[in-house]
């Protein structure tokens, strides 16, 4: 399945690997590229020091083509930005917020840069500001969202500009690529489908709470402090709607307090009643741990048997 996407970035498959801060690391990016498809470090908020570990770990783990994502909120994103050139990361992508000060400088260094965007008025600045592709990212998607679904933003972001775009929201199987593809999408972003990979590194009690999720899953807290966050139904979520509902000055400082390291808690120590077990609604569609090679390549040939066999199904 050849695109823009993969000829840009010299990839087999247009599928990326979502930066999921905490759990996006050398091993599952690696393990992505490997396959294929484009695997992506997540800068979060590590110190910059863990996250050269991660770039060189991933060197030595594939010769393949990967990403750094950098949250551009992060205190030491001007230090992440120099990173990657330093270190000779082919491909960039980011988010919260924008990344006009290091487009320059990343360009002139080779590298690829790709923002998220969730809505056609920022893919459009993005487009002018010269980056190489954008990531439409509608609010089915786990972690921190916008308002807009994938299937209203996609085609309205491809409508609106020239450079390719890849697709990002409910998307974990060949049937999400394949309608990707025929909104026009380059290629597809995941990130709930790579929770269940074996070389994705979170705590059991994480995978089994994605193992048994639905569709009515998940829950989007945060709106009330405007930072949106979809993440599975736990102890803590319920907690943060109940309070949101009775929203004041002091609840929101107590909301702060409950969530600060929740995702850790989820991801490392499978803390069931203070984490933040963060995932897309497409969950109830994850039910295998398998490795990202069977993932990908699954996914990709689904994708080619529907394209192919599109004409007959509307004859």
Not at 132 to 140: F, K
Not at 229 to 249: A, D, F, N, Y
Request: overall charge negative.
């Amino acid at each position: 399945m050849k695109t823009k996407i993969t000829q840009m970035l010299g990839i087999q498959y247009p599928v990326f690997q979502g930066a999921m801060a905490w759990i996006a690391d050398a091993e599952l990016a690696a393990a992505v590229s490997n396959a294929g498809g484009l695997g992506i470090i997540a800068g979060g908020a590590a110190p910059v020091t863990v996250v050269q570990q991660e770039i060189r770990r991933a060197k030595e783990l594939t010769d393949q083509p990967f990403a750094v994502n950098i949250m551009l909120l992060n205190p030491t994103a001007d230090a992440l930005a120099q990173l990657v050139i330093d270190e000779g990361v082919p491909v960039v992508t980011t988010g919260a917020g924008s990344p006009a000060k290091y487009i320059k400088q990343w360009k002139q260094a080779g590298i690829k840069v790709i923002p998220v965007v969730a809505s056609t008025a920022y893919a459009r600045r993005m487009e002018r500001m010269g980056v190489d592709a954008v990531i439409a990212e509608g609010m089915e998607s786990g972690g921190h969202i916008g308002e807009t679904t994938t299937m209203a933003l996609l085609p309205q972001v491809i409508d609106s500009v020239d450079i390719p775009v890849v697709a990002a929201g409910g998307i974990a199987d060949g049937r999400g690529l394949a309608a990707a593809r025929l909104f026009g999408a380059e290629g597809v972003q995941c990130g709930t489908i790579f929770l269940s990979a074996k070389e994705c590194n979170i705590s059991e009690q994480y995978k089994q709470m994605i193992y048994k999720a639905n569709d009515i899953s998940t829950v989007v807290t945060g709106r009330a402090s405007g930072h949106p966050v979809r993440s599975l139904k736990s102890p803590l979520s319920r907690k943060l709607v109940q309070m949101e509902g009775h929203i004041e000055t002091r609840t929101l400082e107590e909301i702060e307090a409950m969530t600060a390291g929740s995702l850790r808690k989820a991801v490392q120590d499978g803390n069931y009643e203070e984490g933040t077990f963060m995932s897309g609604q497409i969950a109830g569609l994850v039910k295998d741990n398998s490795d990202c090679k069977t993932i990908i390549e699954t996914m990709v040939h689904e994708a080619e048997i529907l394209l192919r066999n599109a004409p007959s199904r509307i004859g």
